[in-house]
T-cell receptor, first 114, second 114 residues
Framework: DTEVTQTPKHLVMGMTNKKSLKCEQH?????MYWYKQKAKKPPELMFV???????INESVPSRFSPECPNSSLLNLHLHALQPEDSALYLC?????????????FGPGTRLTVT | DQQVKQNSPSLSVQEGRISILNCDYT??????FLWYKKYPAEGPTFLIS???IKDKNEDGRFTVFLNKSAKHLSLHIVPSQPGDSAVYFC?????????????WGLGTSLAVNP
């Protein structure tokens, strides 16, 4: 089973709202990732968690706040976003952040900031 | 500076024929290469990969060829089917500090015409 699930599928939020994106995997993977993807562009890495600890933060603005409650779950808390943050937000997982190459992606959350 | 380049933004192929998608890279430290397929508004799906110590990997209709001396890889799809119409991303895996990261090309949009 190579499934990563993400909720919600679509999200519309105002610039003053607080919302959260959720990601879950049950493959026993120990590395989880958040990516942002704009139309016709490749995924852009935001955060990497390894064994529930933040391993990489690619200089992402503080209005994006990741959280890894356990090895299966990854959240992305959103606050005071800007319209330019509208994008497809992708979660991915891999067996580990060092030893494995393939990352498996979820279907994404389409975020629109109004 | 683009370390992974997909120079053809789009490709159109007749159903049943071969699709060849190309990818060039500049960093000789890349040791693993992956191809992902992406439909609109969905997450990328892992297709096939190849280690830098090999020159060919085959999986059903998909074959990836690697020419290390030319720093070039290609994905062959035979026979092409209309369901193969998607954006194909080439990605290279490399260490960044203590983490492995995927370095992505800009993608090639494949259209398979019935």
């Amino acid at each position: 089973d190579t499934e990563v699930t993400q909720t919600p599928k679509h999200l519309v939020m105002g610039m003053t709202n607080k919302k959260s994106l959720k990601c879950e995997q049950h493959m026993g993977h120990r590395a989880m990732y958040w990516y942002k993807q704009k139309a016709k562009k490749p995924p852009e890495l935001m955060f990497v968690y390894s064994y529930e600890k933040l391993s990489i933060n690619e200089s992402v603005p503080s209005r994006f706040s990741p959280e890894c409650p356990n090895s299966s779950l990854l959240n992305l808390h959103l606050h005071a976003l800007q319209p330019e943050d509208s994008a497809l937000y992708l979660c991915a997982s891999s067996q580990s952040r060092i030893a494995s190459y393939e990352q498996y992606f979820g279907p994404g959350t389409r975020l629109t900031v109004t | 500076d683009q370390q992974v380049k997909q120079n053809s933004p789009s490709l159109s192929v007749q159903e049943g024929r071969i699709s060849i998608l190309n990818c060039d890279y500049t960093n000789s430290m890349f040791d693993y290469f992956l191809w992902y397929k992406k439909y609109p508004a969905e997450g990328p799906t892992f297709l096939i990969s190849i280690s830098s110590i090999k020159d060919k990997n085959e999986d059903g209709r998909f074959t990836v060829f690697l020419n290390k001396s030319a720093k070039h890889l290609s994905l062959h799809i035979v026979p092409s089917q209309p369901g193969d119409s998607a954006v194909y991303f080439c990605a290279a895996s490399a260490f960044s500090g203590n983490n492995r990261k995927l370095i992505w090309g800009l993608g090639t949009s494949l259209a398979v015409n019935p």
